[in-house]
Every structure is written in structure tokens, then in C-alpha cells.
């Protein structure tokens, strides 16, 4: 028994815009045009250019056209290649269970649906997205795919539209003050002026200098915006005074040579910005590229400090670099998030690697997220369950880059295991299963010292394999798990390693053997005290296994065991489980109304872990218990477990006591209403979103 990743929701997750809009009418018609007719459009020009500001404005406004919506997946802070099937199949809140490709299952899943998928900053996987939209096309009739990225995929079927600089003024001297304005570049450095300086306008005595400095940023919206933020401080004349220090640079026709300028213009003004920041906020800066995505206060205090930057002079820092555009801010879940845009990073990496600091950072990211991965650990399995969910899913391109580093970096590998291990509630509760086994399968393959980390990773890789109905490849991991608690005495090692070593003959159908590894559990956690995430959840899947072995008294009573935890004990996850159990017990017993009132209390704590997997069992429950009574609904249900189920993997992970109910439920409904009857209600099932399937089965059936 699992949880899994997020549920889908059908109107995808493109984020609003954070400011002004400024010129691009042209480019962005041209890409509603070309989506119209064509299927994979690329947004491509130089850095700084605006890329993705284009195309996700082009997103917005032809979403209307994708009824299952527009979905942005950010590229730019994911190293390892191997993920990008991972990252788009989290985008989209899917959980993968199976054995296949990930690739696969994305192609699956988008197959009958019409989507548009934007994949931003992709100029680092070139070969790896044209891969990917080459098979997802070929696949997916109805899909469209929207790119942006400095260089073309050289896909088949790839249309582009390119974004050039913003028009500057003409180099005539004097400019009239209405041709200044009449500018885009004018209008770009305004807007964003008017934001620090309430009250800023162009006029007589200043356009002059402001025409210059669009001309020396050569229309780059990024170096106008940055550019524009020393207003605060500076006077325009002061800004252009310190712009025409730089070398000049004569008109070069050739498209190649202009855009190789543009990088040098662009890197000039990071060059000019970074001489303008204090030492310290030079440090931050060139510090805070080591994180992957977004960050939060903590994360910047614990990564980025030392003797050279105090730690209680962060927050200061990086207020003043939020000031200086070098960082955006975002709220997300009730934490206020920062981040470095990915030019703005990558040039903070390159400080970084010229200070030779690079290595030492990375160390120091991954130690926090070590660290973060463990707390979590601890405070998951406790009344907080919800919002370390969300906690740890803002955190997953930093994990990563976390892992990353330990796989990539010898000597680091134990490391890696022991970050890994301790993510093992992510993977198996937060539905990241597919990317777990990626992580752990390389990680113990490299990493074969035996240890108390070794141990855990195996237990948690075991895990992972048995959802994947890989029970084969868990078994040999599991003996070595045991095999290495025990040597060296690591008691809640061989505990957990107990229950999924129960959990595994479970699902191999090997019951009494399931019974006796899984009550060894038990008692080891009387050893140590106090119950896990891991015994706690054992306890429904012993509960399970009497069940089937015909012990519905002692199935209720361990059931209730769980349900009876003291706080802080006393969590959704385990709690759920427990409720999902007894309402098959009560299915078993024929109870199907107390079945059906088990499994919507069940469906209502799944649809807050955003559960997938326990979406799917809550609803094939109630299909199993309104069978008797109303088998319109049961088709219907049965309809929606298998979207939900092709979204997962192998239905009920091929457990075969269950796929026997199954069939005979859907049996017995297509018998009651006949076989025409029965399609038709399967049809408008197979239909619904998971939002739809969670408020039909709740209202329908607490209706009967």
C-alpha cells in the first residue's frame, strides 16, 4: 500500500503574469497562427531576449483550445537528461507505478488528450527534447508542444518563431521626444522605471539619454530591466555614464555575429551590474546559483553563509538583490520563495566557478537538503503529514541537484544513499516511484560498502520495486537488508525492513509467510518503543493479509490499532490505509453500505494527500459496494478507476485477489444493465477528471 504523486488537475498550471507586457504583438501572432496549424512550435533568440515571456503569453491565449489544458514544465534547473520524462509526468500529476519507460507512460497518458505542453528553457537538453516530442507527437494526435530555448531541435515538423531584441531609436541626434517614446525598448525601461520611481517619465531633458541606453543594451529586455533598476540610486545620465565605459562595438550584418553580440551585451550588463552590487551581495549572488529552482530563507541562510556572509545578514542581502531585479520573489504554499532567472544564474555559476568556491557550495547545498530530507523524515510521520507533502514537492529540482552531485562526485556516494533512504517517503508516499528507483538503483550500485545507510536504501529500493510488481528483483534486497540491520544493529532498519519484506510476500501471494515477517515488525517496534511511518502503515497491510486468510475479527481489530494511535502518531496516511481495509472487510462481510461509508472517508483524506493511488482503491471500493444496488453507478466508477489506473500503472498493481473482485463487480453491473447500457455509463466514467471522479463518488454516493 502507497500514496502516490499529485492528482491532475484539468486546467493546467500556467502562472500569472507578474508585470507589464511590453511590445512582442507581432511574435506572439505569429505563434497563435503557427499553434493553430502546426504542432510543435519553437520560441527561440538570444538570452535575456524574452523567450519565455512570449511564448507562455502565447500559451494564455490559446488555452481556451486545450480542454485538458496548458501545462509549463521549467527546464532550466534539471541536470540529469534521464529525468526529463520524470519532470514532465510530475508536471502533470501523474504517478508512474509500472516497469515501463517513463517516456512510455507519458506517451500513454497524453494518447486521447488534447493538451498543450510548454517546455521552457530547453537550449541544455536539445537532443533529449527532440527525443521526447518526437515519440509524445507520434503518439498523441491532439497534442500540441510549445518550445522555448536559444537553440532549434531540428525536429521534424518544428516551426519557429524567433524573438528579436526590442527596437530601439534610431541614432539620430537629436531625437524628437515623440520617436523616443514611440520606442519599445523606451516603453520597456519606463514601465519598469515607473514601478521603483513612482512619477518617472521620458521627457525633454532626459530622452536623449535614455534612447542611449537602450541602444547600448541593444533592446534586451533583461539589461533594460536591470539596468532600469539602479534608478533608485542612480540618475539616468549616471546609468549611461557608466554603460559608455564599455568597449564600443561596430554594426555587424551577419546574423550569427549579431547574436553572438547580444550574449556579450548581455553578459556586460551582468558584468556592470555585478561591479555595482556591494562585495557581499556579489558573494550572495554568485552563492545562490548553486540552488536549482526556487529557495527559501532558511535554505539561503543554511547554503550561502559563512565568515564572508553572515548569517543574520542574509535576509538584508537578499532584500537588496530583490531591489536590483539579480532576484524574484514568489509565494507558494505560505512560504515567500526566491529565485535567480536562469541567465542571472548561470552567470552567478560562472562568478561562482572563477572563485574556485563552486565544489565547497555544492557540498553545502547538498548537506542542507540532507538535512531537510531527514527532518521531513521525522516531522512526515506526524501531524503535519499535508504540509511536508507540499514542502518537499517546492523542493524536488534541489533534491535532485542534491542527488546529482552525490552521483556524479566520487567519494560521495554513501552520502547520496543516506539522502536517498531518507527520501524514501517521497518516493513511495509522494508517488515519485519511477524517479526513486532511478536515484536508488544507481546509487547501490555504486555505493556496495555494507553500512547502515546500504540497509535502508534496500529496504526503500525493495519497496519501490514491489509497487512496480518487480517482486522478484525486491526479494534479494530485502534479505540483504535484514542481512545488514542485523550486523549492525540497527534496530529500526530490520524493523522497516521487516514490513516491507511482509508487504512483499503479500503481494506475491505468499499470506502466511506475509503474516509472519510482518508480526517479526511488531514486535521489533516493541523494542524500540514507539511505532514508524513504516509500522504503522504495517499494520493495515497485516490487516490485509488476515483478510484474505479469513480473520475479518483480527483484520477489524489491527485497523482500529492504527486508527487508535496517540498523537503524534496518529497520521492521514496510516490513517487512511486503516479505513480502506475495513471497508473491504466490511465489503467481505456484505455490509456494502458501512463498505461504501469506509471508503469515502478513505477518498476524502486521499483527495487531500493529492493520492492518487488511493483515488483509484477508494473508488473501486465504492464500485465493489454499489454494485447490488446501483449498477449504473458501479459501471460509471469502474469506468473511472480505469483512467485513473492508466494514469498509475498495472491496475490494483495486478493483485489477483482484488482483480477477481473486480471482474466479478463488473460482471454482475454489465449483467443488471446490459451490455450496451453498461459501455455507455463506463464511457461518461473513463471520462471524468480526478476533481470529477473524488466530487462524483463522494456526493453520488452518500445520495443512495
Known sequence: MTSA??????????PEEDSSFVGRRDEVA???????????????????????????????QVRRKFPDGVWLVGLAGLEDPALLPHTVLETLGVGDYSLRRPIDSLAEYLESRR???????CEHLVQECATLVTALLKTAPRLRILITSRHLLGAEGEHVVTVPPLPVPDDDSPLPLEAVLASASVELFTARAKVLVPGF??????????????RRLEGLPLALELAAKWLRTMSVEQILTGLRNWPEQEEIPDQGARVARYHETLRASFDWSFELCSPTERTLWARASVFAADFDLESAEAVCSDDAVPREAVLELVVSLLDKSV????????????????PTRQYGAQRLAKSGDSDRLRRRHRDHYRWLAERAEARWFGPQQEDWHERMRSEHADLR?????????????????RLAGALWFCWVGGGWVAEGRHWLDHLLALATEPCAERAKALWANAWITTLQGDVGSALPMLDEARDLARRTGETSELTSALCVSGYAEHMRGNQHIAVEYLEQALEQEKTLGVPSAVTAVSRPILASTVLLLGDTERARALCEECLALRPPYKVPWSRSWALWVLGVAAWTDGDTRRAGSYARECLRIKQHLNDLVGVALSVELLAWAATEHDADRTARLLGASHTLWSEIGTPLFGFAPYVTRHHVSEEQARKTLGPRAFEDAFEDGRKLTVPEVTSYALQQSEEA
Open 5 to 14: 504523486g499529485g492528482s491532475r488537475r484539468h486546467v493546467g498550471n500556467l
Open 115 to 121: 493538451l498543450l505542453l510548454v517546455l521552457d528553457n
Open 401 to 417: 541537484a542534491a542527488l546529482e552531485f552525490c552521483l556524479t562526485t566520487p567519494g560521495e556516494e554513501r552520502e547520496g544513499l
Open 201 to 214: 517619465t521620458v521627457d525633454a531633458s532626459n530622452c536623449g539619454a535614455v534612447a542611449a541606453i537602450c
Open 30 to 60: 505569429l505563434g497563435k497562427r503557427t499553434l493553430s496549424q502546426a504542432r510543435l512550435l519553437t520560441v527561440t533568440g538570444p538570452p535575456g531576449v524574452g523567450k519565455s515571456r512570449v511564448g507562455l503569453r502565447v500559451a494564455a
Open 327 to 342: 532576484l524574484s520573489r514568489r509565494d507558494r504554499a505560505g512560504w515567500t520563495r526566491y529565485r535567480l532567472l536562469d
